[in-house]
């Protein structure tokens, strides 16, 4: 099961919005409404940002929203803030022997 | 509050043996599949393997097949992680984190395992 593919970095000014792409295959992003996203900061653990293509967990600003289409889901921060300079990762469920499987990772950074 | 809390950072040498935990706490600790997760300096993350401390029932990833095993006590909610023979490329942190749905949604604040002669 290869990795899902993410930009390496993407970057925005305070108060921009940025979107990060997660593209899969019919097995995993395509296939399921079930793709999580993550925020990792520096020596941290990841933390669930957004579950089943576009939820947010109770505690999660609303400017973190997401979409999918097709074979590729999308992170958009909107008003973007220098908290959010981070590390990102999508995730996917998958009908491989695996039941999930990660993106490459996008770090995200606030100019 | 659910929360999974980890054994504390590990130096090893190599082909010495070790074993990590993950405890469970303010849920239902029988009824969620545990997975572990390998985020090795600077790279990504990745899916190491995943168990049901509700009868054991465990998965790897082919990549980690044979290399590690996962287990759990569920009397003290506790899920597990081993090593026979660590090498220094295991290096890395490791991070357990609770199957929601679907995909992981709580995680532990990590173990950090060097491996080093």
């Known amino acids: 099961q290869s990795a899902l593919t993410q930009p390496a970095s993407v970057s925005g000014s305070p108060g921009q919005s940025i979107t990060i792409s997660c593209t899969g295959t019919s097995s995993d992003v395509g296939g399921y409404n079930y793709v999580s996203w993550y925020q990792q900061h520096p020596g941290k653990a990841p933390k669930l940002m957004i579950y089943?293509?576009?939820n947010r967990p109770s505690g999660v600003p609303d400017r973190f929203s997401g979409s999918k289409s097709g074979n590729t889901a999308s992170l958009t921060i909107s008003g973007l803030q220098a908290e959010d300079e981070a590390d990102y990762y999508c995730s996917s469920y998958t009908s491989s022997s695996t039941p999930y499987v990660f993106g490459t990772g996008t770090k995200v950074t606030v100019l | 509050e659910v929360q999974l809390v980890q054994s504390g950072a590990e130096v090893k040498k190599p082909g010495e043996s070790l074993k990590i935990s993950c405890k469970g706490s303010g849920y239902s600790f029988t009824s969620y599949w545990i997975g572990w997760v390998r985020q090795m300096p600077g790279k990504g993350l990745e899916w190491m393997g995943i168990?049901?401390?509700?009868?054991?029932?465990?998965r790897y990833s082919p990549s980690f097949q044979g290399q590690v095993t996962i287990s759990a006590d569920k009397s003290i909610s506790t899920a597990y992680l081993q090593w026979s023979s660590l090498k220094a490329s295991d290096t890395a942190m490791y991070y357990c984190a609770r199957r929601g749905m679907t995909l992981p949604d709580y995680w532990g604040q990590g173990t950090l395992v060097t491996v080093s002669s």
């Open positions: 168990i049901y401390p509700g009868d054991s029932d465990t």
């Open positions: 089943e293509v576009s």
